[in-house]
């Protein structure tokens, strides 16, 4: 079998076990397992100056090539290109993008600095996979190095229309540094119409051809395990008893703009002011860890978030009810799965989303004997996917509201219908499945 390279931004440490254990180390596990495997990347720390050898450690099958980024590159690259022009712009929220040529100079040499150091590593017929939008141009750099390996990229954010991307200075010189790569993965076919379409408009017609869709999925067999086993344990039981029997309405997400956040509240305060019977029958905990706390927009977000709990709790709380519970900490990830498993309803709204594994997650996690109802934004790459949730338009509060009372008031048999499809879903599509389709593509 033939070795395999991931490329990604961040690798993540092995030690680090803690309760933020990226999202893409788990749905790469199975990959991992079944082949030598040397993953690159930034070591998540930063220096005066990019390093220019990586650091390595051997774990098992599992070698790890670290390098630590220079604080400019760190402000230029991640911070500024990747963060502020990239990460608005692919999700759809170009008024948010700012646009900096020192910033767009700084990802363009970390992406040259980390062909630079990867090259060597390489040998012949390594297949390469990168990951994310930080590394568009990585391949171009590998190639222009001479690399003759099969290379692949996959996109985990949205891809949005051709107008919009090209709006962004440079859109086009991103563009041209995909065609580099042999596989160019998104999650959606919606995803990948609106590349393969900027691709070809930009004279790229081979590149176009070689978009193809490969939506992610979780290990939902696990994941349905561990939530069973979590939910008779301690945390889980006193939670349920804070509760004293009132329905509970659950939501993840990294702390973030694109998740739709501030009309997520605005939309469960619309619940308790249009459909007045749950009030005091409901509570809804939003587990929100703070993500990129160093960027304004970030900051402002969460002031925003702030004033809303206290809107809602001020304006609704009873002396024994707590409407909004709101954590900005991370909990760990089987005590998520308990409570994701106790929870009547999972609201996920993004305003955009590449997939949402929080989604497919919260299937996953449902007894199958009463299983709660999904309310789903379809702005997510997973509304494509769960047809069994109740769709929602993640900008109007009004419509969360009717889909949160929907979902609520749902009789047995519906929800278990429901259920059962989106289930098998992912279960089916796990991630196993999803890194096995991927590289088989790369593989030719
Ligand atoms: C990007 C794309 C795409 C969240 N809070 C806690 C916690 N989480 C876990 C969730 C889930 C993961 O983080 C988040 O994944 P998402 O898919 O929902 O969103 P992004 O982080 O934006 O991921 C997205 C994904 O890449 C994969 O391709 O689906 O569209 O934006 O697993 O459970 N985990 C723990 N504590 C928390 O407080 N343990």
Redesign the pocket.
Known sequence: MRRLVIVSNRVPNPRERG???G??A??LRDAIARRETLWFGWSGATAEATATEPAISRHGQLTLATLDLGREDYRRYYQGFANATLWPTLHYRLGLATFDRQDFTGYCSVNAAFAVALAPLLRADDLVWVHDFHLFALGAELRAGGAKQRLGFFL???FPPRALFCALPRGAELLRDLAAYDVIGV?TTEDAENLAAALAAEGLPDAAARVAAFP?G?DGEGFASLAQREATKKEAVRFRESLAGRGLVIG???L?Y?KGLPQRFCGYGQLLKRFPEHRSKVTYLQ???VSRGDVAQYRALRRELDEWVGRINGHYAEPDWVPLRYMT?????PV?AGFMRGARAGLVT?LR???????K?YVAAQDPADPGVLVLSTG???ARELDGAVLVNPLDPDEIAEGLDQALTMPKDERLDRWGRMNALVRDGNARAWSKGYLAALEG
């Open positions: 309760p933020t254990a999202g893409l788990v749905a985990h954010v949205p999650q992610i979780i993840v997400d990294r973030d694109t587990v929100t860890p900490r991370a909990v760990k990830r998520l993004p989303d590449g997939m949402n594994l929080v989604a997650e997510a790459g997973a």
